[in-house]
């Protein structure tokens, strides 16, 4: 806080202020502060505070329209008045006889349970430099929050005049203010009188009770220590007040009752809901986000800015809100959330239920009904675990309360008939300068009518949804669907408000493939098949290097066998990219018969003496020889080297095996194949029949349509575009590098099948909520001294094949990228200067440890000042963006103008080429994310997809439908190639990611997929900047990391912590510090190891009264049946005869009498129905949560009992024959 010496406005003339010296009649206060722009006593320190609207009329009549009140920020500004004998204009002390007297109109912004704010308070200001003690509290105006309300009182020490003892007297009145609205408090005491203290709220007396050293008829302390208003003692967040203050006055005089009743005046704005405006059996949901004040109760007049129906009083999620092209957006925090219904009631004595997340109330007929209490706020980890203890159960089958929902329940008589119904809640909530997550939870209104045990949603018409938990999930699952459809609605109206522009893009796109010479389709070559150009492009390209290979073949020494990886060993890190070291390119052939700057060609083939290749390798003058550092080549590797030169250096194109081409795959084989490639799981029965009972002449065309159509398209592309955009939120506590959860807009753009130019522009322009799923959670990098450097990393690789991570601190010693051109690119995504730092650059004395010339270059001074530049000039004229970026002022639209512009072929070609390689197991361009390392195999290939995808609008959907359609996708796998051939020659086996591997094994066994909500903070206690929520995830790729691995059992998440270490172990990321393309195929000990005996692994073959096989082995079927249907669901494939022969052998025995009749059936034994314990921030410090979370541990692993249905014999062989399976090398690789 700064000086109050130095931050003082001013003291205003005596003149100009209300002052009455000594006894005052009621209406005349000795300080008033009326905060309407005239002159008030005292001084602002810290923050000043700023005008807002205060109580107007008509809804307050005793003030204009135009009334302005005060706005208190917190600890951070109050204001201070100095007692009369220490400069001040008015005498504030009370003596033993006189009576205080105080007043002010007040509107909470928030205060928590339990929290004491200061609105006014004399002396107890020792920690700020004075020296009065701290018991000298002369007097102090407090509210408590009750956490639906605020209690009043008064503070002071009295002062013995024999001993100088002092005591502290405190009073609280019974009654509680409202934290919605303007109200009015008043309050007199005689000091010295212990029984004289009146208080008054909204006009009308209230009681009160003292504590403390009770009521006193000693007199106060008195002395020369300042009056405060606004804070107290401790002048911290928690003792302040937040809210506004109008009219607030200290008196020498009590308050006549009668008068003090007419200050309170309130006329009740008209009902914005009235049962004419229902439509007939529904029940209308309006949602306020204007007219809702930040701040923690009810608004006074909240004003609809949108309306919907529901069929019943069941809430979970309101629809989002969409902003700019449909990203997600925030909506105002808190919002109001009103849902009204006409319904019809039997006449009797029913039960009604209300529960609900935020602060909620529910209305009858115009009278209030029920109310719950505001949200509880983060209590730092200790609230006891035992409170779960107190629930509400109301029934045999009543659904008991999830975690972070208060409800309340009363009986009430209907004389039959119609009835007004209105539920409000309160989306979200304000908790200091924070807020928390605009969440529903579980909001409903239930009715047990007249002699039933049981609950229901409240509905307006015939509709009957039992609230229990099946028919929660029932109920929820439906209204997801209809939810998901309505945003997609929203979604797509906010790009058709957008249309004009991004017609003019299209048009713009037309013109310039219509003006450039296309790629020709070259001719297919003798002998080959096709199934589209695509085909013609491979085949042409085949035939070009079959006559290559036959060359080399006469060779001892092959370059790929035996060159390639010493020269990749000792040469690749300074010779390859487009910045290699002299300008010299070893991974290329023409650069090493060139030679680099120095013009001495690497290789003269068939004269070794003359290679500046083998003299720089074998010299011994350290200035010459290569490598400059590490270990040098070996007498044998020089030996290689030397004798391939010497026998004429040959260097194929490709370094391929074969040419000939494999036939086209089996349906099955392409049908698990496509249906992975698509929608990332392997394809159900019903889908294998469909397929087979499709036109054999098109059945392949038609199921590739299908699946493109299909949503799980969205899911499948999830983990991917994760991994290259490094999305890293963090559900608790945010650390090095984290984003926003930005995965929501990501979904919703793929499930759209949105443009690549408007997903990149969306992007790139970083709009919408940070916190809630929209693409501004991509600006955010917590702890990261330049975030947009980092950024630009991420869009440069993601979309230009750029790679800039070695430019972070210095030019790229490998890469033609310069550190000024990563700073341009920041700054253009900043739209602002970049100012470099210090730890954002290699000091001087780095570089020169060694005596040689340093391997980087630092052009950048740390300090300096880079603009915002289009670093890509290469690829296009930053003129383009004039005429193509919507807002061409805007530095962002700019840039993903000129990325995404027709005229950038580059990102066209990227794009294609990460498409290419994800369904073809290899890039036209190698290294998807950095085009410096290789240049394409098919370059004309590359470009006429470029074109391609230009032309489609830039449709990712139809690439990949070109793709999958050619004959080299749909090729059968060559089982010895370990990867794929340069030439698509046939395809490799593609080991599946880690997604598809575990996704495909709970759908094909049908297990579910039932994990933890992806967060720590369950009930949602804490607030938005240090906890979100992920949700429950149906999907891995809605799992993220939980960063608890070195936190209390407490804050574990077992469930899903089972199935993300299967994950990891093959190659998924939790945590996404940096971007990645390709992930780590490589096969370890570990993956075999927990994917077949881990948690995970139990609950996927323990055949469970929920799991899929259950059903399957339950069917009246041949046993034969029963294994080829299981080789179907899991291998997409029938079973071989000797594997069908095993098979059976194992399962015949006890086959037909596998099934336990119901009657005989063994029932487990009955228990207590009580709700499950959660564990969650808000009581992971408790003791007893640290047993309870490893008990949950041990029930983990686990898993679900198994089904009593089932013959346990022949049961655990039938598991035996599912984990078999399941475990087949063929399950984690494409056909």
């Known amino acids: ?405 208060r409800d309340v329940w009363c009986e009430f008589e209907s004389e039959g008939g119609e009835h007004f119904v209105i539920l409000e809640t309160m989306l979200g909530n304000v908790v200091g300068k924070n807020k928390q997550r605009p969440e529903l939870g579980e909001t409903v209104v239930a009715v047990s009518l007249e002699g039933s045990e049981t609950w229901s949603l409240l509905s307006p018409d015939s509709r009957h949804v039992p609230y229990t938990d099946d028919g929660w999930a029932a109920y929820e699952a439906e209204r997801r669907e209809w939810l998901s459809a309505v945003n997609a609605r929203a979604r797509a109206q906010c790009r058709e408000q957008n249309a004009d522009y991004w017609n003019k893009r299209r048009a713009a796109a037309e013109r310039w493939l219509a003006a450039i010479d296309r790629v020709t389709v070259p001719a297919l070559p003798e002998g080959y098949p096709a199934q589209n150009e695509i085909d013609h492009f491979l085949n042409a390209r085949i035939a070009e290097v079959a006559a290559e290979v036959e060359q080399s073949d006469a060779g001892e020494i092959d370059y790929y066998r035996d060159v390639q990886p010493i020269l990749e060993a000792h040469c690749y890190d300074c010779h390859q990219g487009g910045k290699a070291q002299g300008g010299l390119r070893i991974n290329e052939h023409q650069s090493m018969l060139a030679g680099g700057e120095s013009q001495e060609p690497a290789i003269v083939p068939g004269k070794v003496d003359e290679s500046a290749l083998i003299q720089r390798i074998t010299s011994s003058d350290e200035n010459i020889v290569m490598p400059p550092k590490g270990d040098p080549l070996s007498v044998d590797e020089i030996d290689i080297l030397k004798r391939w030169i010497d026998a004429g250096a040959a260097w194929p194109q490709f370094n391929v095996s074969r040419l000939e081409l494999n036939p086209l795959a089996d349906d099955l084989a392409f049908l698990r194949r496509v249906t992975l490639d698509t929608v990332g799981v392997t394809p159900t029965e019903e889908e294998i029949t469909a397929f087979q009972l499709d036109d054999p002449a098109t059945r392949r065309r038609d199921v590739i349509d299908r699946l493109l159509a299909d949503q799980r398209w969205a899911d499948h592309w999830m983990g991917y575009w994760l991994d290259v955009l490094a999305e890293n939120p963090n559900v608790i506590n945010p650390t090095l590098n984290n984003t926003g959860p930005f995965r929501w807009w990501l979904y919703e753009s793929l499930l759209d099948n949105k443009p690549a130019d408007l997903f990149v522009t969306e992007l790139i322009r970083m709009e919408g909520s940070e916190r809630f799923g929209g693409p501004a959670g991509f600006a955010t990098a917590s702890q990261n001294d330049l975030p947009m450097a980092a950024k630009g990393i991420i869009v440069s690789s993601a979309f230009l094949g750029v790679e800039m991570k070695c430019a972070r601190c210095h030019d790229a010693p490998a890469h033609v990228s310069l550190q000024e051109e990563l700073l341009q690119l920041a700054a253009m995504l900043k739209q602002g200067t970049i100012k470099l730092p210090a730890s954002s650059s290699v000091p001087n004395d780095r570089l020169h440890q060694t005596g040689r010339k340093p391997l980087i270059q630092v052009s950048l001074q740390p300090g300096i000042e880079v603009q915002p530049s289009w670093p890509f000039e290469r690829y296009c004229d930053e003129a383009i963006a004039d005429e193509l970026a919507e807002h061409p002022e805007s530095v962002r639209d700019r840039l993903a103008a000129l990325i995404t512009a027709p005229q950038n072929e580059r990102f066209a070609q990227v794009m294609v080429n990460r498409i290419w390689q994800r369904l073809m197991g290899r890039g036209l361009v190698e290294n998807v994310s950095d085009w410096e390392k290789s240049a394409p195999s098919h370059p004309e290939l590359l470009r006429w997809l470029g074109h391609e995808f230009v032309a489609s609008g830039y449709d990712m959907k139809a690439i990949t439908r070109l793709i999958l359609n050619s004959h080299a996708y749909q090729r059968a796998t060559d089982p010895l190639l370990t990867e794929t051939s340069p030439l698509f020659v046939s395809p490799a086996p593609r080991r599946l990611t880690a997604e598809q591997i575990v996704d495909s094994a709970f759908h094909a066994t049908g297990t579910p997929f039932d994990l933890e909500e992806v967060s720590l903070d369950v009930d949602s206690v804490r607030t938005t900047n240090v906890a979100i929520t992920l949700g429950k995830p149906r999907r891995c790729w809605m799992l993220a990391s939980t960063s608890n691995e070195r936190d209390r059992p407490s804050l574990s998440l077992p469930r899903i912590t089972a199935v993300a270490s299967v994950l990891k172990a093959y190659g998924w990321r939790g945590a996404r510090q940096d971007p990645r393309s390709i992930r780590e195929t490589e096969p370890n000990m570990l993956q075999p190891a927990i994917y077949a005996n881990g948690a995970m692994s139990t609950w996927l073959t323990r055949l469970s009264d929920r799991h899929g096989m259950t059903k399957l082995a339950l069917e009246d079927q041949p046993v034969e049946k029963l294994i080829d249907r299981v080789f179907l669901r899991l291998l997409t494939r029938l079973p071989a005869p000797e594997e069908k022969q095993m098979y059976v052998a194992l399962l015949k025995d006890g086959y037909l009498t596998r099934v336990i009749p119901e009657s005989e059936r063994v029932q487990p034994e009955p228990t207590k129905r009580e709700p499950v314990r959660y564990l969650s921030w808000s009581n992971h410090v408790d003791g007893p949560a640290n047993a309870l979370a490893v008990q949950r541990e041990v029930e983990v692993r686990r898993g679900d009992p198994p089904t009593n249905a089932l013959n346990d014999d022949w049961r655990i062989r039938m598991e035996d024959f599912v984990w078999a399976v399941l475990n087949a090398p063929e399950s984690i690789y494409t056909p």
């Open 1 to 405: 806080m700064m000086n109050p010496v130095v931050n003082t406005l001013r003291f205003l003339a005596a003149a100009a202020l209300l002052v009455i010296s000594g006894a005052a009649v009621a209406a005349e206060p000795i300080l008033q502060w009326r905060f309407d722009g005239a002159a008030s006593a005292g001084q602002w320190i810290g923050e000043h505070g700023f005008p807002a609207e205060g109580p107007r009329s008509p809804k307050y009549p005793g003030f204009s329209q135009s009334n302005s009140a005060m706005t208190f920020v917190g600890h951070e500004g109050a204001i201070l008045i100095k007692d009369h004998e220490r400069g001040g204009f008015a005498n504030v002390r009370f003596g033993k006889g006189e009576t205080f007297g105080f007043e002010t109109w007040v509107k909470f912004k928030t205060i928590g349970k339990g929290e004491i704010v200061y609105v006014l308070g004399k002396g107890r200001h020792v920690k700020h430099g004075e020296d009065f003690g701290e018991d000298n509290q002369n007097y102090s105006i407090r509210f408590q929050g009750t956490g639906g309300g605020a209690q009043f009182g008064i503070l002071f020490t009295s002062e013995h005049p024999e001993t100088g003892e002092r005591a502290w007297h405190r009073w609280w009145s019974d009654a509680a203010i409202p934290t919605s609205g303007w109200h009015h408090v008043a309050l007199e005491f005689t000091f010295g009188k212990g029984d004289s203290l009146h208080a008054y709220i909204d006009g009308k007396p209230v009681t009160g009770k003292w504590s403390e050293s009770g009521p006193t008829d000693l007199p106060p302390v008195q002395d020369a220590d300042d009056l405060v208003i606004g804070t107290g003692y401790a002048r911290s967040e928690g003792s302040s007040f937040r809210g506004w203050l109008d009219d607030l006055a200290i008196y020498r005089a009590g308050f006549d009752p009668a008068e003090i009743a007419q200050r309170y005046q309130y006329v009740p704005p008209p009902p914005t809901v009235s049962p004419e405006m229902i439509p007939p059996g529904k029940v209308l949901v309006q949602i306020s986000e204007k007219g809702v004040p930040e701040a923690s109760g009810w608004p006074d007049e909240p004003e609809v800015t949108e309306s919907y129906e529901e069929a019943v009083f069941g809430f979970f999620e309101v629809p989002h809100k969409y902003v700019s092209t449909g990203v997600r957006g925030d909506r105002a925090n808190p919002s109001h959330v009103r849902a009204s219904a006409m319904v019809k009631l039997p006449a009797g004595k029913h039960r009604m239920l209300l529960r609900g997340r935020g602060l909620s109330r529910l209305y009858l007929d115009g009278k209030k009904l029920l109310e719950t209490p505001p949200r509880t706020t983060d209590s730092g980890g200790y609230t006891p675990l035992a409170e779960q203890d107190n629930y509400l159960d109301l029934g045999p089958d009543f659904r008991f309360a999830p975690p972070g929902n």
